[in-house]
């Protein structure tokens, strides 16, 4: 069955601190991959993709990903955190027509 | 370009009656979506369509009808509101090898 795991419901890092949030699939084929990150009340934004090629992709306000084949995983970094990354993230995998997301991964960050 | 534009962005509703969720883009991608995110359930597939005049169930369609007459448009239909249909709506529209984009989300309580 196709399936997104974020382990992590809730994260809280310190401002300046580095920031990794997991992100593993069940896929059938190499899927396209994503994150996605939500404001409160917010729609969601896109962080970042891979498509194929090389497995660190960089994306928007700093964010990189890191697709790595054999851990079936997908993990979000960033070296240091802003207070307003404050949000929820989340991972999705799929073809280009149709996601499946994760249950998402509620980042808090202390000043 | 506004992008993915939803309306309304609240609603409440008593249980029994109906409503139509609206959806309209103006990227002019063949592919829009209606998801509906629960807290802690990430986003879930309720229906899809790949191009005007064609439709698809996704992962949890009972209790919704969709149509798509123009590219542009993708209206979602509650008949007999439950209050299982509490929820945030979002919709999406998306092209080969583009990202889903997502409008701002309509908030509906059935009460």
């Known amino acids: 069955a196709q399936s997104v795991t974020q382990p992590d419901i809730h994260i809280t890092v310190s401002e300046g601190a580095s920031l990794e949030l997991r992100c593993n699939y069940s896929y059938g084929a190499t899927p396209y991959l994503f994150w996605y990150v939500q404001s409160p009340g917010q729609g969601l934004q896109l962080l970042l993709k891979?498509?194929?090629?090389?497995?660190l992709v960089q994306g928007i306000k700093g964010f990189e990903a890191e697709f790595k084949r054999s851990q079936s995983s997908f993990n979000l970094r960033k070296p240091s955190v802003h207070w307003s990354d404050a949000a929820e993230y989340f991972c999705?995998?799929?073809?280009?027509?149709?996601?499946?997301f994760g249950a998402g991964t509620r980042l808090a960050v202390h000043p | 370009n506004a992008g993915v534009t939803q309306t309304p962005k609240f609603r409440i509703l008593k249980i029994g009656q109906s409503m139509t969720l609206q959806c309209t883009q103006d990227?002019?991608?063949?592919?829009m979506y209606w998801y509906r995110q629960d807290p802690g359930m990430g986003l879930k597939l309720i229906y899809y369509?790949?191009?005007?005049?064609?439709?698809d169930k996704g992962e949890v369609p009972n209790g919704y009808n969709v149509s798509r007459s123009t590219t542009e448009d993708f209206p979602l239909r509650l008949e007999l509101a439950a209050p299982s249909q509490t929820s945030v709506y979002f919709c999406?529209?998306?092209?080969?090898?583009?990202?889903?984009?997502f409008g701002n989300g309509t908030r509906l309580t059935v009460t």
């Open positions: 891979y498509f194929s090629g090389d497995t």
């Open positions: 990227m002019n991608h063949n592919y």
């Open positions: 369509s790949v191009g005007a005049g064609i439709t």
């Open positions: 999406a529209a998306s092209s080969y090898n583009s990202p889903l984009h």
């Open positions: 999705a995998v799929g073809g280009y027509n149709k996601l499946i």
